[in-house]
């Protein structure tokens, strides 16, 4: 059915006169699981500044999603979760395949999305191998986590290069909030899902499973995505004194389809074979309470990811990672936060007619020194100043200043303002790529590529107008330069990466909630976007200003929540996209709505329908893009 104009004016007023036809009696509009207006307000986020804070006073773009959040939306992976965050882009390209990114570049003509650092549990799964995240290794239970920091903007200063654009911090629960047996049974159209986790004490353990069928094109042809995966995991957490210890570790396997045209396109058409993708991982955390509130944190971690993938490549990556954070006692004046980190990478990669990565095995050192200061200028106007020195393999030594200014304005206003400087540091993808894998190489890698540099001006406005009503809004403008380039070399008649490259993109993106009544909520969110891009002096890369072709120009969403009567819930959701103007992919409007009944104290049955108005195209060249479907599923989750 074609949404028309009329259709979604009819829709909205179905979604308005829902809460006075419910009747819902006073038992449910206590049962009301969302916090209040308040409470979201004065919700601890860390990732602002390295340190627990008021998200109200936090001077920066972020958004959090809360688990309560994930819940009600009926996601069922990490990517779809992530949907709810409305200064994120999120694009679906098949079944488990997607491009993410915050403030536009959600992938080039040559790279994938490379400029949104995301962290697990303190870890970094943005891979030095190709600059992004693999989304489909990145099985996280969704019933263990906690909340989701989305912060739109540079965090070079506290996080490092590549959090150009933004960073996603992904938190799961402490084990001692997850002290019970809990079995989530999901199946759908589209596949089924079987997590089950047990907790006691201080330690829990997890393990989940999926398998999704494949999607088709428009054309009604299958595509060749269909995927099965599983994912292991434990968590402990304890306590001595002034001291915290957490270990957390995870485990995945998975079999996934390769749809065409491959993960590493050639011009040549391949046959394409199953791609096999595992990978472990543990991290440890320190964390010792100072006296008058300052804090000393060590965390290291260490990573080993496979990942094979016939017929152009097989990657093995390890990483061993240690943190160091000092966060001293507030004084009179400001508070500091300083810290360093060191990363050492194993790199090897098995090559192949078709692409070769050179040389094939490589090891990297990555360490930085960082320092951030919150000076009090009066009592309701903060200067916060920071800068990191960090340096990579590749370029040297990077420099990432930071300054923010934040201005309570009034008990429930605040402004802020932010001036940075960050970079994306080249990869394996831009320096190392021959293709094909043996001489003459029509591609010859990129010795010469610089980091991709971003200044990035903002300034926002956080408030509380009315008790029930609360409201974000940021303007950005970002410039750019040393973006990276695919340049042909006349004399020698090959290819070859380089940074020849500049732009400038500005947007806005605001978002608020509105408590109607104590059993309805309204969440919205829009986000618009201009970006220009133009190339430098000696290059011939013509189509890489169309960059800007793969980000939407608007985005808008709706959800609206409701606690009804007899211990059941209701979400509706809404979201358009606007097109994308690289591979002409059609602009879009998804509807989405989900039903639950808390069918006993320890048992929760739901049915959810995504896309319920139907299949659309998000992402990718027409002949190979998915469509993404319709699905209708039922979910139980049992908890004791």
Same mark, same amino acid.
């Given at each position: 059915?074609?949404?028309?104009?009329?259709?979604?004016?009819?829709?909205?007023?179905?979604?308005?006169?829902?809460?006075?036809?419910?009747?819902?009696?006073?038992?449910?509009?206590?049962?009301?699981?969302?916090?209040?207006?308040?409470?979201?307000?004065?919700?601890?986020?860390?990732?602002?500044?390295k340190k627990p804070e008021r998200l109200a006073a936090a001077a920066a773009s972020v958004f959090v999603i809360t688990a309560d959040d994930i819940r009600r939306s009926g996601a069922a992976t990490l990517p779809e979760a992530l949907r709810l965050a409305p200064n994120l882009q999120v694009a679906q390209s098949s079944g488990?395949?997607?491009?993410?990114?915050?403030?536009? !570049?959600?992938?080039?003509?040559?790279?994938?999305?490379?400029?949104?650092?995301?962290?697990?549990?303190?870890?970094?799964?943005?891979?030095?191998?190709?600059?992004?995240?693999?989304?489909?290794?990145?099985?996280?239970?969704?019933?263990d986590i906690e909340r989701i920091e989305v912060i739109s903007g540079p965090g070079g200063t506290l996080w490092g290069v590549n959090a150009v654009n933004g960073v996603i911090n992904i938190s799961t629960r402490a084990a001692?909030?997850?002290?019970?047996?809990?079995?989530?049974?999901?199946?759908?159209?589209?596949?089924?899902?079987?997590?089950?986790?047990?907790?006691? %004490?201080?330690?829990?353990?997890?393990?989940?499973?999926?398998?999704?069928?494949?999607?088709?094109?428009?054309?009604?042809?299958?595509?060749?995505?269909?995927?099965?995966?599983?994912?292991?995991?434990?968590?402990?957490?304890?306590?001595?004194?002034?001291?915290?210890?957490?270990?957390?570790?995870?485990?995945?396997?998975?079999?996934?389809?390769?749809?065409?045209?491959?993960?590493?396109?050639?011009?040549?058409?391949?046959?394409?074979?199953?791609?096999?993708?595992? %990978?472990?991982?543990?991290?440890?955390?320190?964390?010792?309470?100072?006296?008058?509130?300052?804090?000393?944190?060590?965390?290291?971690?260490?990573?080993?990811?496979?990942?094979?993938?016939?017929?152009?490549?097989?990657?093995?990556?390890?990483?061993?990672?240690?943190?160091?954070?000092?966060?001293?006692?507030?004084?009179?004046?400001?508070?500091?936060?300083?810290?360093?980190?060191?990363?050492?990478?194993?790199?090897?990669?098995?090559?192949?007619?078709?692409?070769?990565?050179?040389?094939?095995?490589?090891?990297?050192?990555?360490?930085?020194?960082?320092?951030?200061?919150?000076?009090?200028?009066?009592?309701?106007?903060?200067?916060?100043?920071?800068?990191?020195?960090?340096?990579?393999?590749?370029?040297?030594?990077?420099?990432?200043?930071?300054?923010?200014?934040?201005?309570?304005?009034?008990?429930?206003?605040?402004?802020?303002?932010?001036?940075?400087?960050?970079?994306?540091?080249?990869?394996?993808?831009?320096?190392?790529?021959?293709?094909?894998?043996?001489?003459?190489?029509?591609?010859?890698?990129?010795?010469?590529?610089?980091?991709?540099?971003?200044?990035?001006?903002?300034?926002?406005?956080?408030?509380?107008?009315?008790?029930?009503?609360?409201?974000?809004?940021?303007? !950005?403008?970002?410039?750019?330069?040393?973006?990276?380039?695919?340049?042909?070399?006349?004399?020698?008649?090959?290819?070859? !990466?380089?940074?020849?490259?500049?732009?400038?993109?500005?947007?806005?993106?605001?978002?608020?909630?509105?408590?109607?009544?104590?059993?309805?909520?309204?969440?919205?969110?829009?986000?618009?976007?201009?970006?220009?891009?133009?190339?430098?002096?000696?290059?011939?890369?013509?189509?890489?200003?169309?960059?800007?072709?793969?980000?939407?120009?608007?985005?808008?969403?709706?959800?609206?929540? !409701?606690?009804?009567?007899?211990?059941?819930?209701?979400?509706?959701?809404?979201?358009?996209?606007?097109?994308?103007?690289?591979?002409?992919?059609?602009?879009?409007?998804?509807?989405?709505?989900?039903?639950?009944?808390?069918?006993?104290?320890?048992?929760?049955?739901?049915?959810?329908?995504?896309?319920?108005?139907?299949?659309?195209?998000?992402?990718?060249?027409?002949?190979?893009?998915?469509?993404?479907?319709?699905?209708?599923?039922?979910?139980?989750?049992?908890?004791?």
């Amino acid at each position: 059915m074609k949404m028309t104009p009329l259709r979604w004016i009819a829709l909205a007023a179905l979604l308005l006169a829902l809460p006075a036809a419910a009747q819902l009696s006073v038992v449910a509009a206590k049962a009301m699981a969302d916090m209040s207006i308040e409470e979201l307000a004065n919700i601890e986020v860390t990732s602002v500044s390295k340190k627990p804070e008021r998200l109200a006073a936090a001077a920066a773009s972020v958004f959090v999603i809360t688990a309560d959040d994930i819940r009600r939306s009926g996601a069922a992976t990490l990517p779809e979760a992530l949907r709810l965050a409305p200064n994120l882009q999120v694009a679906q390209s098949s079944g488990y395949g997607y491009a993410i990114s915050a403030r536009g !570049f959600n992938s080039s003509r040559n790279t994938v999305p490379n400029k949104l650092l995301v962290l697990i549990d303190g870890r970094s799964v943005y891979s030095p191998f190709f600059s992004g995240v693999t989304w489909d290794a990145q099985q996280v239970m969704l019933e263990d986590i906690e909340r989701i920091e989305v912060i739109s903007g540079p965090g070079g200063t506290l996080w490092g290069v590549n959090a150009v654009n933004g960073v996603i911090n992904i938190s799961t629960r402490a084990a001692g909030a997850t002290r019970s047996s809990l079995v989530a049974l999901r199946a759908g159209q589209r596949g089924n899902h079987v997590a089950v986790r047990q907790g006691a %004490g201080d330690w829990r353990v997890q393990a989940s499973y999926l398998n999704e069928r494949h999607t088709a094109l428009a054309s009604g042809a299958p595509v060749n995505d269909a995927r099965h995966q599983w994912q292991a995991g434990m968590r402990r957490d304890w306590g001595a004194g002034a001291d915290l210890f957490s270990v957390v570790g995870n485990a995945y396997r998975g079999a996934l389809d390769q749809p065409e045209p491959g993960a590493i396109t050639t011009g040549t058409k391949l046959d394409l074979g199953t791609v096999q993708s595992s %990978g472990a991982s543990l991290t440890a955390q320190w964390t010792h309470a100072l006296a008058g509130g300052g804090s000393l944190m060590l965390q290291g971690y260490i990573d080993h990811s496979e990942r094979d993938v016939p017929p152009t490549y097989a990657e093995r990556i390890q990483v061993a990672d240690l943190q160091f954070q000092h966060s001293l006692p507030a004084g009179s004046v400001g508070q500091l936060v300083w810290g360093a980190n060191v990363r050492h990478t194993w790199d090897a990669v098995t090559n192949s007619p078709t692409v070769a990565f050179l040389p094939a095995k490589v090891e990297q050192d990555w360490y930085s020194l960082f320092a951030q200061d919150e000076l009090a200028l009066r009592e309701n106007l903060r200067l916060v100043l920071g800068a990191r020195v960090e340096h990579n393999d590749y370029t040297g030594v990077e420099f990432l200043p930071s300054m923010r200014l934040a201005w309570q304005v009034a008990p429930q206003h605040a402004l802020w303002s932010g001036i940075s400087r960050t970079v994306r540091a080249p990869s394996r993808l831009d320096a190392d790529t021959f293709v094909p894998g043996k001489p003459p190489y029509l591609l010859r890698g990129g010795p010469q590529v610089r980091s991709e540099v971003a200044k990035v001006f903002e300034l926002g406005y956080r408030g509380q107008p009315l008790a029930q009503l609360s409201y974000s809004a940021t303007v !950005f403008h970002n410039r750019y330069d040393y973006l990276r380039t695919q340049e042909y070399n006349v004399a020698g008649g090959f290819l070859t !990466f380089d940074s020849k490259m500049e732009g400038k993109s500005s947007g806005i993106e605001m978002w608020g909630s509105y408590q109607a009544t104590p059993w309805w909520r309204l969440n919205a969110g829009w986000m618009a976007l201009h970006q220009r891009f133009a190339l430098k002096a000696g290059s011939n890369d013509a189509p890489a200003p169309r960059t800007s072709g793969r980000d939407p120009s608007h985005t808008a969403q709706l959800r609206s929540t !409701f606690t009804l009567p007899g211990d059941k819930e209701l979400e509706v959701a809404v979201r358009k996209v606007a097109r994308l103007a690289s591979d002409k992919v059609p602009g879009y409007r998804a509807l989405d709505a989900r039903l639950a009944w808390r069918m006993r104290r320890d048992m929760e049955l739901s049915v959810s329908g995504n896309n319920l108005n139907g299949a659309h195209a998000e992402y990718g060249p027409l002949a190979t893009r998915s469509e993404v479907p319709r699905e209708i599923a039922v979910k139980l989750v049992w908890m004791n």
